[in-house]
């Protein structure tokens, strides 16, 4: 009888150990990566663009220089809409660009390893996720190359103050592809 009766004591006073310890589920990597991309929920966060690259193929990775998009802020919303905007710096490319760029929504995958940002509004050819074309010539002379986004970029680095995009196309060269790579800080 005392066996029975220990015995019932421990298994009952193992179901309530066991589920006092269960712990709460891990969140999503899009979870925890719209945090370091917008910050708290309801709020939002501005990145400024400090390097942009791209190579083509197997050949190195060159920077290109545009001075007029560092001093452009990229915000991310982390609101419901998730929305996100693209304003021009003091530093204009042309000297008739509007303040407003472009703006539109952005998503992370489940796993917050990669970024879509569909753009919804283009007031400027300068957009750096705009499906409208960014033409980067190296030398006018010879070749130049056309950059335009409407694919996914790959979040190679998050971290509160560092982001770390990479958006491969194969669209224009189908033998080549084209990788851009695109370095953002915040404060």
């Known amino acids: 009888m005392n066996f029975k009766i220990v015995f019932l004591f421990a298994i009952v006073g193992s179901c ?31 990145w ?8 083509v193929g197997t050949t190195p990775s060159a920077t290109v220089s545009y ?11 982390n609101t419901k809409e ?15 660009d509007p303040d407003l760029i472009e703006s539109g929504v952005w998503s992370l995958s ?6 879509l940002v569909g ?19 190296k030398d006018a002379k010879t070749w130049s190359r056309q950059f335009s986004s409407p694919y996914p970029a ?16 194969s669209a224009s060269r189908p033998a080549e592809v084209e990788t851009f790579t695109l370095k953002f800080s915040s404060d």
């Open 16 to 46: 309530l150990v066991s589920s006092c310890s269960v712990k709460d589920p891990i969140p999503l990597g899009a979870q925890t990566n719209a945090v370091l991309l917008a910050g708290e929920v309801g709020k939002s966060k501005t």
């Open 119 to 137: 753009v919804n509004d283009t007031f400027s050819g300068n957009g750096l996720f705009s499906p409208d074309i960014i033409s980067i010539s």
């Open 154 to 169: 790959k979040i190679t680095k998050l971290i509160k103050t560092d982001m770390v995009l990479e958006i491969t196309n």
């Open 48 to 55: 400024k663009l400090i390097d942009f690259s791209y190579s």
């Open 110 to 115: 489940l796993d917050g390893n990669y970024l």
């Open 67 to 77: 001075p007029c998009f560092k001093d452009n802020t990229y915000t991310f919303y």
């Open 82 to 96: 998730q929305e996100y905007k693209d304003m021009e710096g003091d530093s204009k490319c042309n000297t008739d």
